[in-house]
């Protein structure tokens, strides 16, 4: 089974709409990490964004906010006013403290049009 | 620019053949972490090494294996080679081992092709 889902392959948008990327996540730990990480075209990996899961306080950061629901574990990521600088590969992945081990979504490839 | 380093940048080779991948981590940083990300199976953890010690395996093949020097550097060797090796196997870094805790930095990727 999937530890992270992001069921959404492919998305795209024009410039300046609104746009959320879902993930769900599956873990029988109490303490877990998520993370969503960016793979432009250039290929390299930029850290986003970690929430830890005793912490559901949404968070946003300029353009964007990430919403974490344990109720239904997903830890969705928004990007407010899309711009085609954002058009990249966006990972979610899940860290399980117990074993330390790493686990990423499929990813969404995000096409933002002028 | 993340502060780690993985050379080569590309890599051809034949099946059956043998190769190494190096990776530095960021400076300060402890952990390194390896990954192979293809087409068909995404980004795939392989191994984390934490301080010289191997601390977590994910889907690693018996052919591949890696190590952390004293200078914090790691190695990842592939052996034995076959087309489906063929991928970007990145590297990243973090400060501690904690738990899964940490941000992993990751480097620019080695891209492996294999003919």
């Known amino acids: 089974a999937q530890k992270v889902t992001q069921a959404q392959t492919e998305i795209s948008v024009v410039e300046k709409e609104d746009v959320t990327l879902d993930c769900v996540y599956e873990t029988r730990d109490t303490t877990y990490y998520l993370f969503w990480y960016k793979q432009p075209p250039s290929g390299e990996l930029v850290f986003l964004i970690r929430?830890?899961?005793?912490?559901?306080q949404n968070e946003i950061s300029g353009r964007y906010s990430w919403n974490f629901q344990k109720s239904t574990s997903s830890f969705n990521f928004t990007i407010t006013a899309s711009q085609v600088v954002d058009s990249a590969v966006y990972f979610c992945?899940?860290?399980?403290?117990?074993?330390?081990?790493?686990?990423f979504g499929s990813g969404t490839k995000l096409n933002v049009k002028p | 620019d993340s502060g780690v380093t993985q050379t080569p940048k590309h890599l051809i080779t034949a099946t059956g053949q043998r190769v190494t991948l190096r990776c530095s981590p960021r400076s300060g940083d402890l952990s390194v972490y390896w990954y192979q990300q293809s087409l068909d199976q995404g980004l795939q953890f392989l191994i984390q090494?934490?301080?010289?010690?191997?601390?977590a395996k994910g889907n690693i093949l018996e052919r591949f294996s890696a190590q952390q020097f004293p200078d914090l550097h790691s190695e990842l060797n592939l052996s034995s080679l076959e087309l489906g090796d063929s991928a970007l196997y990145f590297c990243?870094?973090?400060?501690?081992?904690?738990?899964?805790?940490?941000?992993?930095?990751f480097g620019p990727g080695t891209r492996l092709t294999v003919t």
């Open positions: 990243a870094s973090s400060v501690r081992v904690a738990g899964g805790a940490d941000e992993q930095y």
């Open positions: 929430r830890n899961s005793f912490d559901e």
């Open positions: 090494y934490y301080n010289g010690e191997e601390r």
């Open positions: 992945a899940l860290s399980e403290a117990r074993f330390n081990k790493f686990y």
